[in-house]
């Protein structure tokens, strides 16, 4: 990647949209963020300008430039925050498995009702607060109570709000609107549900369990000796909370989502959800088996990253693909970008798992594909969503076929993660009665 500086592209050659004056790219990137990013990259090609407002960003989407950012050139490109990675070893998350098992059979369960009565429900809704209830118990060996709902849309607000607050003067976050006065509300509930979790493991004391809650509690600084103060411990909740169950909650919407519009992909998943289980509940020890239902997942991860969009800002100058990078200039990397390039993925827009059958991506560059990341900030919860999603579908499986209710129309929307919008409704029919397809 060095070069003499001399031969470096001068920077505002950098190709990129055609912007308005003062505020550059920032209407149709808040108005169409996703198909403005396709556009840059299609139009700019591997390192494409973007500017929003006085700010000026370059979006990269060649898996080499990827690779360099995340990891071979790591060290000079900072992101914000993160300290519980030693916390959560993989191995950790094989004695998950029952927990999840558990509460996706609660959900189940709370189907039955509606099964019956051919009603409809919000699958979105339905994983948003199942993986909540997953990542809350395992993680803190807390129950999330009743007010799951209010939570889980707390969060979204939050993470919607922190989204705009990226492109948006401070000025503006500070004034008495509604949508900052939604904002503030929302930190207010989720604050609230951390330190209720907090507080019920200080009365329980030692009893508690020997969960992240109780590493988090007892870590000692290995300097000073001292322990977390309450506000840090509360930030490590409050990362794990959301990270934990966003981002496997919005996979799994779109898996149910795209296997209703392609009945074919959906009748291999139930096969082999019959052949390896029939009616047992799953344990991690099948999870090797479910070789198709993983790669329908690989595939949803494809198509609908939810962590559509990592940033980077750059310590010291560098170059990439020809061009100055300055230092202090913030790099957008878009999975969702790479994943649709044509040049990388023949028929990007297609739902086909079979690109991920286990020989089918030799050949292909490490960075074509990364939902989540890479390098040594790699996502800490992959194996631990990857297992979750993969028993989660194929439990419902196992019991109901949900048939997507007609004449909705489902959009990406990404704000904070990329959710279906406005929800993805289907109705479940059981299926453990008769055998159906
Ligand atoms: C399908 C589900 C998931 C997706 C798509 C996903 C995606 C990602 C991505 C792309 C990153 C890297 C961000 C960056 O480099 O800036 C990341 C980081 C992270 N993820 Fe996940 N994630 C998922 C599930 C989980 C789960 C289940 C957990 C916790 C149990 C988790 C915890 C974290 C944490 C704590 C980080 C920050 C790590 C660091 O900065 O070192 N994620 N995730």
């Not at 001399?6 to 963020?33: A, D, M, T, W, Y």
């Not at 990259?41 to 060649?62: C, F, H």
């Amino acid at each position: 990647m060095q070069q003499a500086a001399s031969k470096l592209q001068p920077n505002n050659e950098v190709p990129g949209l055609k912007g308005l004056p003062l505020v550059g790219n920032l209407p149709q990137f808040q108005r169409h963020p996703l198909a403005t990013l396709i556009k840059a990259a299609r139009e700019g090609g591997d390192v494409a300008r973007i500017d929003l407002a006085s700010q000026r960003y370059y979006l990269l989407s060649n898996p080499d430039h990827v690779r360099h950012v995340l990891q071979d050139n790591n060290k000079n490109y900072v992101k914000g925050y993160g300290k519980v990675r030693v916390l959560l070893g993989n191995g950790l998350v094989l004695r998950f498995a029952e927990a999840m098992t558990e509460e996706i059979a609660r959900m189940l369960d709370g189907w039955e009702a509606r099964a019956t009565g051919g009603r409809k429900l919000d699958v979105a809704m339905e994983m948003t607060l199942l993986t909540q209830r997953i990542i809350v118990k395992t993680m803190f060996g807390a129950d999330v109570g009743a007010k799951g709902e209010r939570i889980a849309c707390a969060f979204e607000t939050a993470l919607a709000g922190i989204d705009t607050r990226f492109v948006i003067p401070l000025w503006m976050t500070r004034l008495p609107l509604p949508a900052n006065r939604r904002f503030e509300k929302a930190l207010q509930t989720i604050d609230e549900a951390v330190h209720r979790i907090i507080r019920e493991r200080r009365r329980k004391g030692q009893e508690g369990g020997d969960d992240l809650l109780s590493m988090l509690m007892e870590a000692r600084d290995e300097e000073t000796g001292e322990t977390m103060s309450d506000r840090q411990i509360r930030d490590e909740v409050t990362t794990i909370y959301l990270a934990g169950h966003e981002t496997t909650a919005v996979t799994l919407a779109w898996a149910w989502y795209l296997l209703s519009k392609s009945p074919d992909v959906a009748r291999r998943v139930r096969e082999e959800v019959s052949r390896v289980l029939g009616d047992k509940t799953p344990g991690i020890e099948d999870l090797p088996n479910l070789t198709y239902t993983r790669m329908v997942l690989d595939e949803t991860l494809r198509l609908y990253p939810a962590a559509w969009m990592i940033s980077r800002t750059a310590v010291e100058e560098d170059e990439i693909g020809g061009y100055r990078i300055p230092a202090g200039h913030t790099l957008f990397l878009s999975p969702y970008v790479t994943h649709r390039r044509t040049d990388l993925w023949p028929n990007p827009e297609g739902f086909d798992p079979e690109r991920f059958a286990p020989e089918s991506g030799n050949g292909r560059p490490r960075f074509a594909y990364y939902p989540f990341g890479g390098g040594p900030r790699l996502c800490i919860g992959n194996n631990f969503a990857l297992m979750e999603a993969t028993l989660v579908v194929a439990m419902v499986m196992q019991r109901y076929r949900l048939d997507l209710v007609p004449g909705q129309t489902v959009k990406a929307h990404p704000k904070g993660t990329l959710r279906p919008r406005p929800g993805v409704w289907m109705t479940p029919h059981s299926t453990t009665s008769t055998t159906t397809i």
